[in-house]
């Protein structure tokens, strides 16, 4: 089955305990993204990767990571989380630049 | 900035009857692209439709319909025959590959709950 996954789906830690969640899609897809969901603001972009090791920055990188080794990993590491981090995330991968992202179950991180 | 503004935080609407959610984007490109996405409970993103600008006619997926307005900047989302499974948040989406490459700019949401 095609699909995006995301682990661990949800999460509580406390303030600058390191973490990392990852991402993985079966689809050859070139494309990866991940999106921050908090309440009325709907969904923002951190960063996203157009391949292997091309990565670039979205609307709110600060205080994230992110590494594209392999095709259909990446990765989303918090070095030194903190409260404001608390959100829902969103990892999505589309096959090209004008196609459709097609979104993981979302992680549910609190971050105490 | 690139924006989307959906007015309505909230709507209902009884079982198998029509309801439209409205949403409003900012964008000084030509070429663009405009989606449509469901979030129930679940939490899961699911498209509901997508329509490029440079197409005129309004894209259709069964129940689900848009009224795309170019020139004002507009991309209502019609549901025909509502159903309770329907209840959801929508999020309505853009984006303009060529300059802000894969990135889509996401509206606030319009939460839907289908009464029976």
């Known amino acids: 089955e095609a699909q995006v996954t995301q682990n661990p789906r949800y999460l509580i830690t406390v303030t600058g305990k390191k973490l990392t969640v990852t991402c993985s899609q079966n689809?050859?897809?070139?494309?990866m993204s991940w999106y921050r969901q908090d309440p009325g603001l709907g969904l923002r972009q951190i960063y996203y990767?157009?391949?292997?090791?091309?990565?670039d920055k979205g609307d709110v990188p600060e205080g994230y990571k992110v590494s594209r080794k392999e095709k259909r990993n990446f990765p989303l590491i918090l070095e030194s989380p903190s409260p404001n981090q608390t959100s829902l995330y969103f990892c999505?991968?589309?096959?090209?630049?004008?196609?459709?992202?097609?979104f993981g179950p979302g992680t549910r991180l609190l971050v105490l | 900035a690139q924006t989307v503004t959906q007015s309505q935080p909230e709507m209902s609407v009884q079982e198998a009857e029509t309801v439209t959610l409205s949403c409003t984007y900012d964008?000084?490109?030509?070429?663009?692209?405009l989606f449509w996405y469901k979030q129930p409970p679940s939490r899961q993103m699911i498209l509901v439709i997508r329509?490029?600008?440079?197409?005129?006619q309004n894209a259709t997926e069964n129940r689900f319909s848009v009224n795309f307005q170019k020139a004002a900047k507009s991309f209502s989302l019609k549901i025909s025959d509502s159903q309770l499974g329907d209840t959801a948040m929508y999020f309505c989406?853009?984006?303009?590959?060529?300059?802000?490459?894969?990135?889509?700019?996401f509206g606030a949401g319009t939460i839907l709950r289908v009464k029976s």
């Open positions: 989406a853009f984006m303009t590959p060529y300059v802000e490459g894969n990135k889509l700019v």
């Open positions: 689809m050859n897809h070139e494309y």
């Open positions: 990767s157009m391949n292997v090791e091309v990565t």
């Open positions: 329509q490029e600008a440079y197409k005129q």
């Open positions: 999505a991968s589309s096959p090209g630049l004008q196609e459709t992202q097609y």
């Open positions: 964008t000084s490109e030509n070429n663009y692209y």
